[in-house]
T-cell receptor
Framework: DGGITQSPKYLFRKEGQNVTLSCEQN?????MYWYRQDPGQGLRLIYY???????QKGDIAEGYSVSREKKESFPLTVTSAQKNPTAFYLC????????????FGPGTRLTVT | DQQVKQNSPSLSVQEGRISILNCDYT??????FLWYKKYPAEGPTFLIS?????DKNEDGRFTVFLNKSAKHLSLHIVPSQPGDSAVYFC????????FGTGTSLTVIP
């Protein structure tokens, strides 16, 4: 079955710790994305990658970092510099960047205390 | 500032009737539009899209209408079914997509 997997579904961390969220896709998509969802808000773009070894900042990249060493994988690191890291994080992919449908993973809920 | 707005946080509709979900955007450069359905604690599921060269796109019970001059799009679901109860997000953009805050649809059996 083709799709996007994110793990874990729930993640708990202490303030001041970096944490890495996993995102893997087997759809052979070139583009991958990370969004954040907060209560009462739409999805906001953190980072996106159009191809391997390339990524661009989205609207709220501060306090986050990514890598794209393989086509299938686009991990997101939430660093201690992120002031409000508690949120629902969604990874998505599309066949190419631009005017194409994005397909989402199930999400990871990160709670930092 | 929100570039994509869904001004109705919630909507209730009787089973079998039409559900109309609305979305407004501010940037006239946006030329591709998407609707997603989302259940709690899950990722959004793609429903239907429309490009700016069209004013209507239909897929089964789902139809999206685009009014470029008003910068407005709507999603019609006919007939509505209880399984349609979810949060619906619209997204607009081209190179990058901006998402609305969602409308929670409840279809009453």
């Amino acid at each position: 079955d083709g799709g996007i997997t994110q793990s874990p579904k729930y993640l708990f961390r202490k303030e001041g710790q970096n944490v890495t969220l996993s995102c893997e896709q087997n759809l052979n998509h070139d583009a991958m994305y990370w969004y954040r969802q907060d209560p009462g808000q739409g999805l906001r773009l953190i980072y996106y990658s159009q191809i391997v070894n390339d990524f661009q900042k989205g609207d709220i990249a501060e306090g986050y970092s990514v890598s794209r060493e393989k086509k299938e994988s686009f991990p997101l690191t939430v660093t201690s510099a992120q002031k409000n890291p508690t949120a629902f994080y969604l990874c998505a992919s599309s066949i190419s960047a631009g005017r194409y449908e994005q397909y989402f993973g199930p999400g990871t809920r990160l709670t930092v205390t | 500032d929100q570039q994509v707005k869904q001004n109705s946080p919630s909507l209730s509709v009787q089973e079998g009737r039409i559900s109309i979900l609305n979305c407004d955007y501010t940037n006239s450069m946006f030329d591709y539009f998407l609707w997603y359905k989302k259940y709690p604690a899950e990722g959004p599921t793609f429903l239907i899209s429309i490009s700016s060269i069209k004013d209507k796109n239909e897929d089964g019970r789902f139809t999206v209408f685009l009014n470029k001059s008003a910068k407005h799009l709507s999603l019609h679901i006919v007939p509505s079914q209880p399984g349609d109860s979810a949060v619906y997000f619209c997204a607009a953009g081209g190179n990058q997509f901006y998402f609305g805050t969602g409308t929670s649809l409840t279809v009453i059996p």
